[in-house]
């Protein structure tokens, strides 16, 4: 995967992924080290992606995930019913990310974005989401792990 940056955006050219950071699109993540975080688990589910152990690695040991109000998972059971959905053959084929806020103090961060994504499975294209993600991550140590996230979705069913 090609990443090459362009002013405020990076774009990953092999599949689509844009983090735009521009004052019409909204803030920028301005700590280095967490950004990088976020970019390396976004890219994780693309095609070419490392896939479900990233966030193997990456999420916080009392990770928890709500999805439209009212699914819940721990650690444990997200990263099992991604490593499935990743061994069926299911990728993320492009995700356009629109930040909207970003907040951070001391060890605590919270990021914000409106996402589209499609997706291919083993036999091609295989529908979309377009929602709203919160993501909350504590630096431990010298390491940010994500602790939770919320995903509400825009998408009509």
């Known amino acids: 995967m090609i990443v090459r940056g362009i002013g405020p955006m990076l774009i990953f050219t092999s599949f689509s992924i844009f983090l735009s950071g521009s004052a019409l699109a909204g803030p920028e993540v301005t700590n280095a080290q967490l950004r990088q975080r976020e970019n390396e688990l976004s890219a994780s589910t693309l095609v070419g992606g490392e896939g479900w152990k990233a966030y193997e690695r990456i999420l916080h040991p009392e990770y ?9 998972e721990g650690r444990e059971k997200f990263v099992k019913s991604l490593e499935e959905w990743w061994n069926y053959g299911m990728r993320v084929a492009s995700r356009n990310i629109d930040m909207i806020g970003f907040d951070m103090t001391g060890n605590l961060a919270i990021i914000r974005y409106k996402t589209t994504e499609t997706f291919i499975g083993p036999d091609g294209e295989t529908g979309g989401f377009s929602g709203y993600v919160t993501n909350i991550w504590i630096k431990e140590g010298c390491d ?14």
């Open 64 to 72: 928890s995930r709500w999805a439209m109000g009212e699914v819940y």
């Open 144 to 157: 940010w792990k994500l602790f939770s996230a919320e995903i509400s979705s825009t998408t009509p069913p």
